[in-house]
């Protein structure tokens, strides 16, 4: 490719809605143009770097024998009124009436769809296991989307789809999709941690994210750095605590004027933040047919003072998967008090408690009084108050806490999730009758798996990692351009021309995705252009270089250019490239 047939549209300062580093430098590089909130053009920058991706996840998915298919963007809402996904999602699932007054879905995803193809076709186990995957593009009705690709409503998403006879079929089809996930992120180049994930309401271990490390990353990765630990926020746990102590102080009721968080009267008292307990009050509704609540039930769930509940956890207690934060009449009529005072004595009706382990383990703690400017010291579980029944995780880990192989203390970086595997089990082939006829003879549902890859946000978690303050730096297996030769004033000089041409076409010859820059810019302008672009190997024909047989090359990390013979640049490069 020559440089005067591309589309090059570069800028100097990024438009004043761009947040982070990938969406700056994405828009001054002309990679990206928006079009609306969150809906972006793929220039042919741009679109060249998403090619790119996507070949890579495509080879590897056929070489895991995933069979590539595509399904429509626009989907009937009939096959998501089965899941019941129509009514259950949000206003991000974006819902369209066709000119009959008919429902339709544009797909964030295609779970539904994928499970009818199948449900129609697979008759026999001898039939199974099978893997189907697309690359389309989806659409996220976002609130708010920001940070350009990294969150914009329309985007393009790899989805891949397995179904198997048994659970031990689709535990195997799972570890070959998380194989091919870390071939495909070897591949790219980049930074990358698989950390376990979250499995909700299907439970189970089978769930993994892949994220890409950069310090702008918007998700908390827990890990160990003395063992093979890793998990987002979500789902890190750390080693449970140890034996309580025995108690040592008397309870006591203790004035703690205007002080209603735990850091406040932690500060009044003289004593360290994680021996108090915070008090957060949730509450359960009961719902008639009409989906009105008819019953409530109040929670209490106490937690040290220096740590937060991971809400995530909090769901998966029994009795609390559909909790919502209780109202201020409801607190007032269960505790007699207003927030910041609140504790487990002294209550005025009875609610359900659950304690986190780790306040479980205190002993001689401070909690509210139920009184507005007091709270209790010195409390002790089985002394002042029965031992908690219900004792579960409910926290967030933080950097230090003990990892829960007992390898040394955790770690928290931030990442950019860019790919999650995740087991599915029967959820979606029990909910819509999706069964074959086994080896007994009899029907029985599909196990099923999913697996994602955001194919434009990968190229915006590469910026994030690699970039500097002259622009973007590409890994070589996803850049737009392998190579860029920069001819200084070749008009001037036909001995310039000709050994640029000379490189540039046994370059295109080896198969290198080189580009030259034919466009007449003058240097400096030439090369801000190709740093900001991020193109990794840049190799300067000038004249008077030539007059000593020589030429200029840089990798877009150096800080300066060395010289390389113009007699075996081409092999030189071969070198840097490993071609």
């Known amino acids: ?120 076709d697979i008759k026999s186990y001898k039939q199974l296991p099978k893997n189907l995957y697309q690359i389309q593009t989806k659409f996220r009705d976002e609130r708010r989307p920001r940070f350009g690709l990294m969150r914009g409503r329309e985007f393009i998403m790899k989805d891949a789809y397995s179904f198997d006879r048994d659970q031990a079929g689709a535990k195997a089809s799972y570890q070959v999709m998380a194989a091919a996930y870390r071939r495909i992120f070897d591949r790219f180049g980049l930074s990358y941690r698989a950390v376990a994930a979250d499995s909700g309401a299907i439970g189970g271990d089978l769930s993994e994210e892949f994220q890409v490390i950069a310090a702008t990353g918007e998700d908390a990765i827990v890990y160990c750095p003395g063992s093979d630990y890793a998990a987002n926020m979500e789902k890190a746990e750390a080693l449970p605590p140890g034996a309580r102590k025995p108690a040592s102080q008397a309870m006591a009721k203790t004035p703690t004027p205007g002080k209603a968080t735990c850091a406040d009267v932690a500060e009044l008292l003289g004593i360290p933040l994680n021996t108090t307990v915070k008090s957060l009050v949730l509450a359960t509704d009961e719902l008639d047919e009409a989906g009105k609540p008819v019953k409530s039930q109040v929670w209490l769930l106490l937690l040290r003072g220096d740590h937060e509940m991971n809400e995530v956890k909090v769901g998966k207690v029994p009795g609390l998967a559909d909790f919502r934060f209780a109202t201020l009449p409801e607190i007032e009529d269960h505790f007699g008090c207003k927030p910041g005072y609140l504790g487990p004595l002294n209550l005025k009706k009875p609610v359900k408690l659950v304690v986190d382990r780790e306040a479980a383990a205190l002993a001689d703690w401070v909690c509210g009084a139920n009184e507005v400017d007091f709270h209790m010291t010195g409390v002790n579980w089985g002394r002042d108050l029965p031992e908690p029944e219900l004792v579960v995780d409910l926290r967030n880990v933080v950097a230090g806490d003990p990892s829960p192989d007992g390898k040394g203390a955790l770690a928290i970086e931030r990442g950019i999730e860019i790919g999650h595997v995740f087991y599915l089990g029967t959820k979606y082939s029990r909910a819509m009758n999706a069964t074959f006829l086994g080896e007994n003879g009899k029907p029985q549902f599909m196990e099923m798996g999913c697996y994602g890859i955001g194919i434009t946000r990968l190229p915006a978690a590469a910026i994030e990692q690699n970039h500097d303050e002259r622009g973007i730096i590409w890994p070589d297996a996803i850049a737009p351009f392998t190579v860029v030769l920069c001819p200084i004033s070749p008009d001037r000089f036909p001995e310039v021309e000709a050994a640029a041409n000379k490189l540039y076409g046994e370059l295109l010859a080896a198969g290198v995705d080189v580009i030259l820059d034919d466009r007449g810019e003058r240097p400096g302008a030439m090369f801000a252009d190709w740093e900001l672009i991020g193109v990794p190997h840049r190799v300067t024909i000038g004249d008077r270089g030539l007059k000593d047989g020589q030429l200029e090359y840089q990798h877009r990390r150096d800080a300066a250019s060395s010289k390389i013979d113009v007699a075996t640049a081409f092999d030189f490069l071969k070198g840097k490239l490993a071609l």
């Open 1 to 120: 490719m020559k440089a005067s047939q591309f589309f090059i549209s570069t800028l100097k300062e990024a438009p004043a809605d761009a947040e982070v580093v990938s969406h700056q430098l994405m828009m001054r590089a002309g990679m990206i143009k928006k079009l609306g909130a969150g809906v972006y053009n793929y220039m042919p920058m741009g679109l060249r770097v998403i090619r790119k991706v996507e070949a890579i996840v495509r080879e590897e998915m056929n070489r895991a024998g995933a069979v590539e298919m595509t399904m429509p963007v626009i989907q009937p809402a009939e096959l998501w009124q089965e899941t019941g996904r129509f009514e259950k999602m949000g206003p991000e699932l974006l819902r369209i009436k066709d000119r009959h007054g008919r429902d339709f879905v544009v797909q964030p995803t295609s779970e539904e769809v994928v499970t009818d193809v199948m449900r129609q």
